[in-house]
């Protein structure tokens, strides 16, 4: 067994003679490795010959880097010997932990090691399989040491005469109704947050008692007077209540309040109580406040407006950019160039100061009238204003028994 990547380990081998088949002596030895599939390399470790044809090679760190490799050695006159390893990343010379560092580095049931299953030291007591056994009796004899100002008590009691805790305390905790108490504390946080959502609709006018109007108890109708002295209701206050149409008092109480106020926003487009017949319901005899307030609310406010104003001055701004290109108001005749004075401007216009021009534009048609040009070969090249940059090119077509013009240089 070779461990992987570790220098300073030897691998022997024997040459026999190729041609008398007898041990090969005081041979060169050439020594080949290849690693994990790679190419062929040479070994760098040495080779050193033992005795009666044996020798061993005294491997390298590199040598040795790999899974699985193989060695060849040749040497003149011998036959090729071949020697294939896989190596491991234990360590087989480690007595405690076969080099695996995973393990502790100790004996078991040594300071640092293993347990193992017995009761001496160092070791588990089970009396069955999935037990460990514990020594409460020592454990609850222990002194508990802790940083100040904390204090532990020797018992419950002492701090307020209570008697210690014994027994199951998992049976007096008892058995969760979820998957942990703690579930369960969420559960019933969810239906407190629930309820106090409801309570928080509770009036208080006076402290500690709740504002309610109550028309009778116990079935029998309630005066003012009969109030003032009743007793405190007993008896089953749920089936006094009776029992809800919705899910429950506070659904109903909801649903009726929905209700009560659709209602309101109609009423409050109402006359004022009482409502005589006939009472004008118009924004004229007797505007109605509420109508008013509604009617005001739709209008625009003054922050709308000065938006709008932005919009309308910026818009403005724009047109007024423009129109300060034109002739003064009112625009005379005289003002707005005539044909001639167009065409004028026009036919005087430097060429020299246009840019852009299309390769098919009248600009480019005048330049042969105006502009140098010449005749190579079958290419004719008319320039740009200075008679030296091409403003295009044609194709010309010669005829050798016609009188040649090879150019054109106005003045």
């Known amino acids: 067994m070779y461990r992987k990547n570790v220098a300073g380990q030897y691998l022997y081998f024997t040459l026999v003679n190729a041609t008398s088949g007898a041990a090969l002596t005081g041979a060169t030895v050439t020594a080949k490795r290849g690693i994990d599939g790679a190419a062929q390399a040479s070994c760098t470790g040495t080779v050193t010959e033992d005795a009666g044809g044996q ?46 560092t995973a393990l502790p580095n100790a004996n078991a049931e040594a300071a640092g090691g293993l347990f193992t299953r017995g009761t001496g030291a160092g070791q ?7 037990n460990v056994r514990v020594n409460v009796d020592t454990i609850k004899t222990q002194a508990v040491t802790c940083a100040a100002p904390v ?3 020797a018992s ?23 998957a942990s108490v703690s579930v369960d504390v969420a559960a019933i946080k969810t239906d407190t947050a629930a309820v106090k959502v409801q309570t928080d609709k509770l009036a ?63 009423t409050d487009n109402l006359p004022a109580s009482p409502a005589a017949v006939g009472s004008q319901m118009d924004l004229v005899n007797a505007p109605n406040a509420t109508a008013v307030t509604a009617i005001q609310s739709g209008l625009a406010t003054s922050s709308a407006l000065a938006t709008v104003a932005g919009y309308v001055d910026t818009e403005v701004a724009a047109i007024k950019a423009k129109t300060d ?27 020299t100061a246009v840019t852009g021009e299309a390769a098919r534009s009248v600009l480019n048609a005048l330049r042969f009238l105006r502009n140098k040009w010449s005749v190579s070969g079958a290419t004719l090249t008319v320039t740009k204003e200075d008679d030296s940059t091409s403003a295009w090119t044609g194709t010309v077509t010669t005829d050798a028994a016609a009188e040649p013009v090879i150019g054109n240089d106005p003045a």
């Open 55 to 100: 020798y061993h090679i005294a491997l390298s760190q590199a040598d040795t880097n790999g899974n699985n490799i193989g060695y060849l050695f040749t040497a003149t006159n011998a036959i090729p010997v071949n020697i294939s390893i896989v190596t491991t990343a234990a360590d087989p010379t480690d007595a405690v932990r076969f080099g695996l």
């Open 156 to 178: 419950v009691g002492t701090a307020a005469t209570n008697t210690a805790q014994t027994g199951d305390a998992y049976a007096r905790l008892g058995a969760p109704a979820g």
């Open 124 to 130: 588990i007591a089970q009396d069955a399989n999935g």
């Open 204 to 266: 208080f006018t006076v402290a500690n008692k709740v504002d309610a109007n109550v028309l009778a108890v116990a079935g029998t109708a309630q005066t003012a007077k009969d109030l003032g002295a009743s007793a405190t209701q007993t008896g089953d206050s749920f089936a006094r209540l009776g029992a809800p149409a919705g899910a429950s008092v506070s659904a109903d109480v909801a649903a009726i309040k929905s209700d009560t106020a659709a209602v309101k926003a109609k």
């Open 325 to 351: 290109n034109l002739p003064a108001a009112p625009a005379a005749v005289g003002d707005i160039p005539t044909a001639n004075e167009n065409a004028d401007a026009l036919l005087k216009r430097d060429w």
């Open 151 to 153: 204090t532990v008590l």
